[in-house]
T-cell receptor, first 113, second 113 residues
Framework: GQQLNQSPQSMFIQEGEDVSMNCTSS?????WLWYKQDPGEGPVLLIA?????ELTSNGRLTAQFGITRKDSFLNISASIPSDVGIYFC?????????????FGKGTLLTVNP | DVKVTQSSRYLVKRTGEKVFLECVQDMDHENMFWYRQDPGLGLRLIYFSYDVKMKEKGDIPEGYSVSREKKERFSLILESASTNQTSMYLCASRNRGGNTEAFFGQGTRLTVV
């Protein structure tokens, strides 16, 4: 299937620091989604991006759909302990089935109080 | 709010047993998905369904089958459970159309002993 490279794999930060993670694809995507998964739970949608260049915020979270349509990043500002979890990017590539999303392998975020 | 409900949070089954994982969504979504999640491997698509009685193999269908007799319900079947099927299983649903987000259930942690 399509490949999504998500980095970093894991991050250990201090409370209050800003965080940045990103995803890149070898194919053009027309949708980027960012999810967060708390331990033992299913992923929950954080931000959805539908247009190249789109920059969207949700509280302390900001995500952008890259101009090339092959990448996206997620920033978290002023991290807090409850930001701990696994963050996944997901994309749907142009021209493919409109059923399937491709997921990155996730970024595990640990926040030290 | 969209609700995707998986019938069990935790299951323990014996090798060789036939296992049914059930998923129900309440938003009349056409598309439903089954993923498994393993450390370091992210979310891998097992099967998906784009309509009642319609199904397609995902990236790792071996050892699994699915059933979609009603639009709101998508079942994952392990014909003969094996220890390498111990995993977290996630169900998701998504509306038809190019730019829609997927909503996840809370996950089923399956242990095969």
């Amino acid at each position: 299937g399509q490949q999504l490279n998500q980095s970093p794999q894991s991050m250990f930060i201090q409370e209050g620091e800003d965080v940045s993670m990103n995803c890149t694809s070898s194919s053009i995507f027309n949708t980027w989604l960012w999810y967060k998964q708390d331990p033992g739970e299913g992923p929950v949608l954080l931000i959805a991006l539908y247009k190249a260049g789109e920059l969207t915020s949700n509280g302390r979270l900001t995500a952008q759909f890259g101009i090339t349509r092959k990448d996206s990043f997620l920033n978290i500002s002023a991290s807090i302990p409850s930001d701990v979890g696994i963050y996944f990017c997901a994309g749907q590539f142009s021209g493919g089935s409109n059923y399937k999303l491709t997921f990155g392998k996730g970024t595990l975020l640990t926040v030290n109080p | 709010d969209v609700k995707v409900t998986q019938s069990s949070r935790y299951l323990v089954k014996r090798t060789g047993e036939k296992v049914f994982l059930e998923c129900v969504q309440d938003m009349d979504h056409e598309n439903m998905f089954w993923y498994r999640q393993d450390p370091g491997l992210g979310l891998r698509l097992i099967y998906f369904s784009y309509d009642v009685k319609m199904k397609e193999k995902g990236d790792i269908p071996e050892g699994y089958s699915v059933s979609r007799e009603k639009k709101e319900r998508f079942s994952l079947i392990l014909e003969s459970a094996s220890t390498n099927q111990t995993s977290m299983y996630l169900c998701a649903s998504r509306n038809r159309g190019g730019n829609t987000e997927a909503f996840f259930g809370q996950g089923t942690r399956l242990t095969v002993v």
